[in-house]
């Protein structure tokens, strides 16, 4: 069908089910609770429609009876009854269905429609954006993409849940865990004490990593997506805004194969040396590890490519290195708001794709020589606000081959301290190995 045709096709509706819905809400006001989830009044098609349904809310809002008489009175009052049809037009809908046995089936319908129509609607609108040259192509399409979500989460509404529908399904998952013997509710990160304080990295979190400078926030976070992506098989996502791809695959490889990353850079290596890079090559050839390396990348840009990311290759879990390296669409806020504005947005990422994002975050320059705090991350104190866990390294001595590991919050676990190696040579962190 022609663009043409497409304007001058009717939008699509349902009448019948309209006023098959209206009619049941007005024969059994028990109805009413059932649809308010799935409808809102501008998805009548008909304007009378829509202003009876709100009219229908309000009494349901006022805790008032919802019958013919009231619903007549209420539209009387909001000046709408003529326009409605009049009193003739409302009686007429309680007889448009028997029962009110089949009310959710005639508002799924009318749901439906409306979805019809918005689609419709908001692909001309992304038809006629993209044909104007004086908007950002990357703005179109994080739009284009936001908008879709949106609509394709329509139906999927909210509701709630008695005890025993939980607890049954509480018990499967705990029941699950003890058949597969599973040591961790999350994603393991490859440290144990880490992984028993934290129970891996769980589903829906927004954890962030900080750290001041040269301490090896980088290295930390390499650490834990090669265990996850070479031993473990699981998919990893890794934005780096400060380093290329080819710098983090140097110093994959360095850790892999376990040699110097300055002798790898500078090319002094022997022949076995060649032989272990070759082996560690092929591990990292095989591992599910994707990794966009965009120096000015936006919020947009990141969200747009991490939901592809998961729609495309069912990433588990996303790194972000680092926060404040982030660019916002709104470079007229004071940079601490951007920087709410970003760890906000990265949350709502890790909720809507149900999958932890791990963010990097530098701590204040006071910190120096001292154990970091909530306080002390960088910028915006709404990123400890927005964080379910926050991961602290801390070394007193920059040459030790010691860090500290704090796990200063975690909203569903306990917190606390541990300990493992730095090897900077390899800029790769391993277990600390304790002497008998």
Do not use: W
């Given at each position: 069908?022609?663009?043409?045709?497409?304007?001058?096709?009717?939008?699509?509706?349902?009448?019948?089910?309209?006023?098959?819905?209206?009619?049941?809400?007005?024969?059994?006001?028990?109805?009413?609770?059932?649809?308010?989830?799935?409808?809102?009044?501008?998805?009548?098609?008909?304007?009378?429609?829509?202003?009876i349904y709100e009219a229908v809310l309000a009494l349901f809002d006022r805790g008032q009876s919802i019958d013919l008489i009231t619903l007549t009175d209420e539209l009387r009052a909001r000046g709408t009854l003529e326009i409605c049809g009049g009193g003739a037009y409302i009686s007429r809908l309680t007889s448009a269905v028997p029962t009110s046995a089949n009310v959710e089936f005639y508002a799924r319908i009318v749901q439906a429609s409306s979805i019809r129509r918005t689609l419709a609607r908001v692909s001309q609108e992304i038809i006629s954006r993209a044909h104007d040259e004086s908007s950002e192509i990357s703005v179109i399409l994080e739009d284009a993409e936001r908008r879709i979500f949106e609509i394709s989460d329509r139906n999927q509404t909210g509701t709630y849940s008695p005890a025993k529908e939980i607890v049954k399904q509480t018990f499967d998952a705990i029941e699950r865990h003890y058949h597969s013997?599973?040591?961790?509710?999350?994603?393991?990160?490859?440290?144990?004490?880490?992984?028993?304080?934290?129970?891996?990295?769980?589903?829906?979190?927004?954890?962030?990593?900080?750290?001041?400078p040269s301490v090896g926030k980088t290295a930390f976070a390499l650490t834990i997506a090669a265990n996850m992506a070479i031993r473990q098989k699981i998919p990893v996502g890794f934005f780096s805004l400060e380093m290329s791809a080819m710098a983090i695959m140097q110093r994959l490889l360095s850790m892999e194969a376990r040699l110097d990353s300055q002798?790898?850079?500078?090319?002094?290596?022997s022949p076995a040396d060649f032989s272990r890079i070759t082996e560690?090559?092929?591990?990292?050839?095989?591992?599910?590890?994707?990794?966009?390396?965009?120096?000015?990348?936006?919020?947009?840009?990141?969200?747009?490519?991490?939901?592809?990311?998961?729609?495309?290759?069912?990433?588990?879990?996303?790194?972000?290195?680092?926060?404040?390296?982030?660019?916002?669409?709104?470079?007229d806020l004071p940079r601490h708001e951007q920087i709410a504005e970003i760890s906000r947005s990265l949350k709502a990422l890790a909720r809507e794709l149900g999958l932890p994002v791990i963010a990097?975050?530098?701590?204040?320059?006071?910190?120096?020589?001292?154990?970091?705090?909530l306080a002390d991350l960088r910028e915006?104190?709404?990123?400890?606000?927005?964080?379910?866990?926050?991961?602290?390294?801390?070394?007193?001595?920059?040459?030790?081959?010691?860090?500290?590991?704090?796990v200063a919050k975690q909203r569903n676990g306990p917190v606390g301290d541990i300990q493992l190696s730095f090897l900077s040579r390899y800029t790769k962190f391993e277990p600390l190995e304790r002497n008998p």
């Open positions: 069908m022609s663009t043409g045709n497409l304007r001058d096709a009717i939008p699509s509706h349902n009448e019948d089910a309209e006023i098959a819905t209206l009619g049941a809400v007005l024969i059994d006001a028990e109805a009413l609770p059932t649809i308010i989830p799935l409808l809102r009044p501008e998805d009548f098609y008909r304007g009378a429609h829509q202003r013997k599973t040591e961790y509710t999350g994603i393991p990160c490859g440290f144990k004490d880490l992984d028993q304080l934290t129970m891996g990295f769980q589903s829906s979190e927004f954890i962030v990593i900080g750290a001041r002798r790898m850079r500078t090319g002094m290596l560690a090559c092929g591990r990292l050839y095989e591992a599910p590890l994707y990794i966009s390396d965009s120096p000015d990348l936006k919020l947009l840009d990141l969200r747009a490519q991490a939901r592809r990311m998961k729609s495309k290759q069912d990433v588990k879990i996303v790194f972000v290195d680092y926060i404040t390296l982030i660019g916002s669409e709104n470079r990097l975050s530098q701590v204040r320059r006071e910190t120096e020589g001292k154990r970091p705090t915006s104190g709404s990123i400890e606000q927005d964080a379910d866990v926050v991961i602290f390294i801390h070394t007193e001595d920059l040459k030790a081959e010691v860090r500290e590991i704090s």
